[in-house]
């Protein structure tokens, strides 16, 4: 890799983005952080990302997907990888996708899911794992 | 109901008991003949002059023509059992057949003074019975004319029937003229008495028939409606979603109702305007219309007063807001009626026909009573999503911060943010453990409040049991030791495994242990065994020398946020919610718990698990 990659994490949980920012700045990352999707949005804008950390809910249950389909209805951002963040279990979010399906579409936008509490083992490793393109 | 075809039903009834009576009629000719040869048989023992050959001849013919009817009958039913006409037919030839043998038989028994002629009142009922009204009176006069014209020629010489029979009884030869005239009048009345009484019993049952025919048709309907409701209801109840729920509504009442369209207003909250949530056949251009303005709609004003609404012809009232739109949408009739829950209105419902004067009385309390369930099973979902929501929303509120911690805790412990020593490292586990627990915990309380109907099973794997319990217990080592209590652990080693699910497990385990020790005083002591109890069962077993519960006071320790009083007057600590998922936790492991308590002595609590097959 010649450049860092550029992650932007966008979560309301300020601290979480800190914890986030400590354990992916072990790497050679380039970390930058929102708060809330309109703010993320205008980050992506400024520059593409390479990777995307992107929390579920945030001011609205939804937020985090309704950032996620927006990004990905767009030519230009619809191959950044999104990587989700959700205090659900991964199985939650399964079996209650019929609930979020009729609002957002056929598919989920994002690549993974990752539940929270976040282990900074398996966040470094599937960060790794979205930039290799798998 | 298309009266039409209520007419072909009712006719096709008639039918079929025209058919059916044909056919009796059949059988109880063969008893008629029977008993004629036998009255014979015996008026010849008891010595009386019977021309017996004769009589014998047409009992014989009698049988001929039974046969044969009996035949005709039978082809009949199974050729056109549905046309009236050849039963008719058949009737009048069996009528007549037995007139013929009847008359035969008379003049072989004295004739015009034969007792035999009183038998023609039976072949009135019969025609009575069987035929229209008008031939019991054809047959009565028959009968009339002929033992007139019997009595006639036998007055004159130009008959001379068998007359010696009775020869010393009422009826014998040599009655004068007038009296001869009276025992004619009198047969003749009783015959048309006999037409007269048969054809008006007859008249009025058939009218009780029709009735009942009717209300049988009624009850049908009635009954094929109320299992559409009932069906409509189950589906309601299936449902998880507002909309969903509204549409199946609407759809399904518009079906059940016979009518073009349905619709589910819903009231704001201002109570101001009413809103299209759902319908079932309106077309665009009616809906574009947008909300409605109740302060501009005098019937929707009355009508979340309470009122209910049935309009049968929509041209002649001036109720509408949008009297334009109603017109060109083709309805002519509806009803509309508050949808409430008590006295709680939550909008509209109406349906609508394109006929006029559509709908009955009945029709409307029909409607009335769809209208209530639906308002119920709104009510009852709309409640549901309140509940789970909320309870969403507040495990994520709790959970939040306690992912950030966890996650931090992670961050420090794994040496992210520098480097740790030993002890430390340890202690950050211990916070991670705890954090965990009570995560898990708000989870399951979350899981309590929704997922306690969630009917699905726990997918339970086998589980070493001792392992698990001895790992769970480490802190519950050091919480024990700071109280004071001392906490016997004795896992019997190499037990079978059991059906189980570790967070199920830590659920039920932790929370007794963790309770054991809460209502246990300092210098008391917790005893935990794991024990097969017998080839099919493990036996946990949680015992302290603590508190205990007051008697009075035990069933209800499954209750949520119960606590026994001696319990909140030790400790302030506990929510009163551990047993209860402790239990929850049992129940989907599908094992059993018991609680044997004495106030001041202490508790026992024992869990058997069923081993793994």
Known sequence: MDKANDILIIDDDRDLVHSMRIILETKPYTIRTAHNGKEGYHRVEEKIPDLIILDVMMATDTEGFDLAYRLRNQERYRDIPILMLTSFTQKMVETGADKFQHIMGEEWPVNKFLEKPIDPDVLLKTVEELLRGE | ?613
């Open chain 2, 1 to 613: 109901m298309n009266s039409a075809k209520e007419l072909v039903t009712q006719q096709l009834f008639f039918r079929r008991e025209l058919s059916e009576r044909v056919g009796w009629l059949v059988g109880v000719r063969w008893v008629a003949v029977a008993a004629a040869l036998i009255s014979a048989w015996v008026l010849r023992l008891w010595r009386f002059d019977l021309p017996i050959a004769p009589v014998v001849g047409v009992v014989v013919a009698m049988t001929g023509y039974n046969l044969m009817f009996a035949i005709v009958v039978r082809r009949l039913r199974r050729i056109t059992p549905d046309h009236q006409v050849p039963f008719q037919i058949c009737a009048h030839a069996q009528i007549l057949c037995d007139l013929a043998a009847l008359a035969a038989l008379i003049y072989l028994t004295g004739g015009f003074y034969s007792p035999l002629t009183l038998f023609v009142l039976f072949h009135i009922i019969l025609a009575g019975i069987l035929l229209d009204p008008i031939y019991a009176y054809l047959y009565a006069c028959m009968g009339i004319l002929g033992i007139g014209l019997l009595g006639y020629l036998q007055a004159v010489g130009a008959l001379a029937p068998h007359t010696r029979l009775f020869e010393h009884a009422i009826y014998h030869v040599g009655h004068s003229p007038r009296e001869n005239g009276v025992l004619f009048i009198i047969l003749a009345t009783a015959y048309l008495i006999t037409a007269y009484l048969v054809t008006t019993v007859k008249l009025s049952l058939r009218a009780k028939g029709r009735t009942l025919l009717r209300f049988g048709k009624e009850l049908d309907a009635a009954n094929t409606k109320l299992t559409a409701l009932y069906d409509m209801v189950k589906q309601m109840a299936f449902c998880a979603d507002y909309q969903e729920l509204m549409d199946s509504a609407t759809q399904n009442t518009a079906r059940i109702m016979g009518v073009k369209a349905c619709s589910i207003k819903l009231l704001d909250e201002q109570r101001q305007t009413l809103r299209f949530a759902s319908n079932y056949g309106l077309s665009q251009n009616y809906l574009a219309k947008g909300d409605i303005d109740i302060s501009k709609s005098p019937i929707n004003q009355r009508i979340i007063q309470g009122a209910f609404y049935t309009i049968g012809n929509i041209e002649e009232k001036d109720y509408f807001q949008y009297p334009e739109n109603v017109r060109q949408e083709g309805f002519s009739s509806m009803i509309c009626l508050p949808l409430k829950v008590e006295k709680r209105v939550l909008g509209v419902f109406c349906v609508y026909s394109q006929a006029r004067f559509n709908f009955t009385d009945a029709d409307v309390d029909f409607f009335a009573l769809i209208a209530e369930l639906t308002a119920l099973a709104m009510q009852n979902l709309k409640s549901e999503l309140n509940k789970s929501w909320f309870l969403q929303k507040a495990a994520h509120q709790l959970r939040s911060p306690l992912n950030a911690v966890d996650s931090m805790l992670k961050v420090l412990r794994k040496a992210y943010a520098g480097p740790l020593n030993d002890r430390q490292a340890e202690m950050l586990a211990q916070c991670e453990r705890r954090i965990e627990s009570l995560s898990l915990t708000i989870q399951d309380l979350l899981k309590l409040g929704i997922k306690r109907a969630d009917t699905a099973p726990a997918e339970l794997r086998q589980i070493s049991l001792a392992p698990l319990l001895a790992q769970l217990s480490a802190v519950y080592q050091t919480q024990a030791k700071e109280k004071g209590v001392h906490l016997a652990i004795s896992l019997e080693s190499g037990l079978p495994a059991i059906m189980g699910e570790e967070k199920l497990l830590d659920d039920l385990y932790t929370n007794l242990l963790s309770n054991a020790i809460k209502y246990t005083p300092a210098g008391h002591q917790v005893q935990v065994t794991l024990a097969k109890e017998d080839p099919k069962r493990l036996c946990l077993q949680i015992a302290d020398t603590g508190i205990g519960i007051p008697q009075d006071q035990l069933p209800r320790l499954f209750t949520e946020f119960f606590r026994a009083e001696n319990a909140k007057a030790h400790t302030d600590q506990g929510t009163g919610l551990g047993l209860a998922i402790a239990k929850e936790a049992m129940d989907r492991l599908r094992g059993t718990l018991h609680i044997e308590s004495r106030e001041g002595e202490g508790t026992r609590v024992t869990c058997y698990f069923p081993i793994a097959a």
